[in-house]
């Protein structure tokens, strides 16, 4: 396997499990559970470092003069990188809705 589509296997598990996480998150958070709301937030974004991490890599390779093909899998992964990146941020906002909803009740 090629290093381009195992770094995009990289991103795309890491930030698919970030996701997930954060899905999880505003689920606990709709439920009442705030503690384990903030616990799965950081385990999200404990896994999206991995996936942020892998994708700087790649930037830094080619920033270095050697380019980075463009293939369907490595914009497959960059789009499932912002795309757990927008959730993370529905997800807070959503979590912090939950929260003054509760409080208010």
Not at 47 to 57: E, Q
Not at 76 to 100: G, N
Request: charged residues 30%; glycine residues 6%; negative net charge.
């Amino acid at each position: 396997m090629d290093e381009l589509v195992r770094t995009s296997f990289q991103i795309i598990a890491a930030v698919g499990g970030a996701r997930s996480s954060y899905v999880e998150a505003v689920a606990a958070a709709k439920a009442g559970d705030f503690e384990r709301a903030d616990e799965l937030m950081k385990a999200g974004d404990e896994s999206f470092l991995g996936g942020h991490d892998a994708h700087t890599s790649l930037i830094q390779r080619e920033a270095a003069g050697d380019p980075v093909n463009m293939t369907l899998m490595i914009t497959h992964a960059e789009d499932q990188l912002m795309a757990a990146e927008s959730f993370k941020i529905v997800a807070a906002e959503l979590i912090d809705v939950y929260r003054r909803m509760e409080k208010d009740a």
